[in-house]
């Protein structure tokens, strides 16, 4: 065995002092979720900077030649008796914030540390002590190398802490010019309360006119009776202060108009105005941060769904591996879950591991397969199913689990959304996923195919008769909830009438009841035939009306049922519609198969709608200002945008303006009032929401370089999310080097996108899957429309940004509850209030 010191100096040069920018992987294997804490602890290539568990790092040393590791072991230490005094609590937090002083607190174990350079293929061990022995040359860079791996942030550690504040507010825009009225009303210093239905805490008064009233009702039915809402919205005043937080210190302020609290700069003047003295205020009720940080710190206790009022048996082993929550990821956990139930998922992921790994790019952490495969095959290994304590009789069924911290960061990277900590629906992250498989597989075995089906539109011109059929590809059947169908409609009715005396009377209303929905009344308005207002028809070249129905084409394998359980209210605010609907665990939608055309039927007349012009764009052909004939790559849609009008009128009569409304028609393809009405909502903030929509492929002169502007920041984490460069670059040419708007493009844009390569971690998919031809058309797989119910995931809270994801799945004829880390025999499946249900094809 050669010298150590003979051995560092020869790869002296492969070892690296990180400086700021670079990725250092010291928490958590690139292929599995080993870290400094397990057995073997966690090796980090003192190149590259990439983690390895003992099972890959020889892997990596075989693969690239790499000898110098930094090994680190990490050791729970033992609590000492100052840790265990009843004097010295675990502090609690004091701050609705993330990694700042007072706010919850990521790293609350306290461990030990053990670290030094080993060296591959003989495993020779240097430590700082052994280093100050070694020439000065070596001594250095290996000590600095060290030094810097261990003080660097490390990229798990960045994304759980990434610093927010959720107490940092804005001055209103209302504050500094507020109208007060001189109605001589003065406000006493205690005794409040609601002059509507005397509620005497959650009190709020309104800035402009001194009244007291209720807050809000929260989703559980306490709180208030919204009446401080409804005060605004009758009156149009703006700012309200909770009584009972106003101290010499502040109070919280609420905008209603802003729908956020805000800062009042003038707040003692305003308070003044209705005879309150600031500075003799104390704290008598909980500040809405407070009651928020109660309400994290306690959702491991909702009852609602999660069957937390029986004693559930824990269970562990083969796929029942719990998932660390890590800041409203209880989306991303539920859907993953579910996904790895399904043998499709299992066969291309779990069962080639070896292979995906074996292919896999230099930079593990950034490519999808090998993230994919790393979290399915800990999912349906036993080797993270593990109880937290060292006893197997934990009555709590938390488990050691795995935190899926790269996963979560690959997936949700350059995203609006799902980059970031907030909650998410549910819904959409399975699209978002299952987007993400469709552009990665698109040249060999497909999972996602197992969800694939074909709908068939029917839609029938009123005035000349005749049809059009139609076939788009689809993943998820959604099922609208027909209110008025509710079984006990004479209860909802009386419960509503109690309300509306009890708020006359003003008293607090009594709870009100759930409505039950049948499941065949929703199945039944599925194929109710929609109206189609200002429908142009090619036969009588005018726009008339028309009625769409809607049926499937095929059947696939797996079938995702979505209850529309959320809407919105007739003051646009979204609700959550709270019903129980009697979901059958066995389903036959055999009668919801569509015919196609049938004899007798007239088609009408492919001709397409005049164009929507827009009085700032000279339409220059089909093509645009930068296309020709033999290559259209830079062709933009918006240069000659073809929008259904009709959506278009239907969101400017909500309220929203035009511009805003003709971007959300562009941006979802024309798919419908649905898709435009959540990008609307998805975009309100936006600084130019109601500016003129801009055309970005024209906005460059005729000769100019397209690619001028073009950001290779922007460039590389497009790329990252599995495109190619050359589809980034046409997604950023079309969204004006926006990065955010370039993501929108590209995901509505999917099928003008076919043509080109499609990347997997910086490979093409011609080298990725062997070069093959992707196949023509979508496949879809087909069969009978019987299936049983084997998964659903329910939701608790008052709409899918907030609130808490729980799922069910049935595992050999039981039922099991994955509530994050928790995996318990489930006693009473809450099938009647699922959101996303999961069904599988009986077999024959």
């Known amino acids: 065995m050669a010298d150590v010191s003979e051995v560092l100096m020869s790869v002296l040069s492969t070892i690296r002092v990180p400086r700021p920018g670079d990725r250092v992987h010291k928490d958590e294997c690139a292929f599995s979720f080993a870290n400094p804490e ?48 009843s004097d010295s609590p675990k502090k609690k937090p004091t701050r609705l914030a993330i990694g700042i ?13 053990e670290v030094k350079v080993v060296l591959f293929p003989d495993k020779q061990e240097v430590t700082l002590e052994d280093l100050t022995t070694m020439p000065d040359v070596v001594r250095e860079r290996v000590s600095l190398s060290m030094a810097g791996l261990m003080s660097a942030d490390s990229v798990g550690h960045a994304l759980q802490v990434q610093q927010w504040d959720g107490e940092v507010r804005q001055e209103s825009r209302h504050a500094a010019a507020l109208s007060q ?4 009303v003065k406000i006493p210093p205690s005794g409040w309360k609601c002059d509507m239905c005397g509620l005497e805490e959650n009190l709020w008064m309104n800035l402009s006119d001194g009244k007291v009233l209720c807050g809000r009702r929260y989703f559980d039915g306490t709180g208030g009776n919204n009446h401080a809402l409804l005060h605004f919205q009758q009156t149009g005043y703006p700012l309200a202060v909770k009584l009972g937080t106003i101290t010499p210190d502040g109070a919280d302020v609420y905008s209603y108009e802003e729908d956020d609290m805000v800062l009042d700069s003038k707040l003692p003047e305003h308070l003044a105005h209705f005879g309150i003295d600031m500075m003799t205020m104390e704290k008598t009720e909980s500040t809405m941060a407070e009651l928020e940080i109660a309400a994290n710190r306690r959702v491991g206790e909702w009852e609602v769904i999660q069957e937390s009022g029986a004693m559930l048996q824990p269970l562990t082993g083969p796929g029942l591996t719990g998932m660390r929550n890590l800041g409203n990821s209880c989306y991303l956990n539920s859907v993953m879950q579910v996904l790895f139930t399904v043998p499709d998922f299992q066969h291309k992921y779990v069962s080639n591991i070896e292979k995906i790994f074996a292919n896999a790019p230099s930079d593990p952490t950034q490519d999808f397969k090998t993230q994919v495969a790393k979290l399915g095959h800990a999912l349906l290994s036993e080797e993270y199913s593990k109880p937290t304590c060292d006893s197997e009789d934990d009555p709590s069924g938390y488990q050691v689990g795995i935190a899926p911290r790269m996963f979560k960061a690959l997936i949700g990277r350059g995203h609006p959304e799902f980059s970031t900590n907030r909650q998410q629906d549910a819904q959409e992250f399975f699209l978002h996923f299952i987007n993400m498989v469709e552009r990665n597989c698109r040249y060999g075995e497909n999972p996602s195919e197992a969800f694939r089906f074909l709908v068939e539109e029917r839609i029938v011109c009123q005035q000349s008769n005749r049809v059009k059929y139609t076939q788009r590809v689809d993943y998820i059947m959604q099922l609208p909830v027909p209110m008025e169908q509710a079984t006990n409609a004479d209860e909802l009715q009386e419960a509503e009438q109690k309300r509306v005396e009890a708020e006359a009377a003003g008293v607090p209303p009594p709870p009100a009841p759930r409505a039950s929905i049948p499941f065949e009344a929703c199945l039944a308005a599925l194929s109710e035939p929609e109206t189609l207002m200002d429908f142009w028809s090619s036969a009588v070249q005018a726009k008339t009306t028309a009625s769409k129905t809607t049926h499937f084409a095929s059947f696939p394998d797996y079938l995702v049922i979505q209850i529309k359980k959320f809407t919105f209210g007739l003051d646009w605010i979204p609700k959550k519609l709270d019903v129980s609907i009697d979901v059958p665990e066995t389903l036959d939608l055999s009668s919801l198969r569509g015919t196609g055309l049938q004899p007798g039927e007239e088609v009408l007349p492919e001709v397409a709608p005049p164009p929507l012009m827009t009085p700032d764009v000279e339409v220059k052909g089909i093509l645009g200002s930068h296309g020709n004939e033999d290559d259209d790559s830079l062709y933009s849609p918006l240069l000659s945008p073809v929008m259904d009008d009709s959506i278009v ?5 909500m309220g929203f303006p035009l511009e805003a409304c003709r971007k959300a028609v562009y941006c979802t393809g024309n798919t419908g009032i649905d898709a435009a009405m959540n990008w609307v909502m998805g975009h309100m903030d936006d600084p130019d929401f109601s500016a003129p929509m801009v055309l970005p492929c024209g906005s460059s002169a005729p000769g100019s370089t397209p690619t001028e502007t073009i950001s290779e920041d922007h460039l590389a984490t497009i790329v990252s999310m599995g495109f190619g460069r050359d589809q980034a670059t046409r997604a950023l040419r079309a969204a004006s080097n926006v990065l955010e708007r370039a993501v929108d493009w590209i995901f509505s844009h999917l099928d003008d996108l076919e043509s080109m390569d499609v990347s997997e971690g910086g490979r093409s998919a011609a080298e990725s899957e062997g070069g093959r031809e992707p196949p023509p058309g979508p496949r879809v797989r087909d069969g009978d429309g019987k299936y049983e119910l084997f998964a659903f995931i329910s939701h608790m809270g008052t709409s899918t940004m907030c609130g808490h994801y729980v799922c069910h799945i049935k595992k050999d004829q039981q039922w099991v509850i994955f509530n994050d880390q928790k995996v318990c025999a489930s006693e009473k499946p809450p099938m009647d209030l699922g959101y996303l249900y999961f069904y599988q094809r009986v077999a024959e």
Request: with cysteine.
């Open 649 to 653: 009128s239907q969101l400017c009569e």
């Open 181 to 184: 009225l001189d109605n001589g």
């Open 101 to 113: 002083e007072g706010g919850f607190d990521v790293e609350q174990e306290q461990y030990e540390e």
């Open 38 to 85: 397990a057995e073997g602890g966690l090796y980090v290539c003192m190149n590259s900077f990439l983690g390895f568990g003992a099972q890959y790092v020889e892997r990596h040393h075989n693969k690239t030649g790499q000898r110098a590791y930094l090994h680190i072991k990490r050791t729970r230490k033992a609590q000492t008796d100052e840790d265990t005094n």
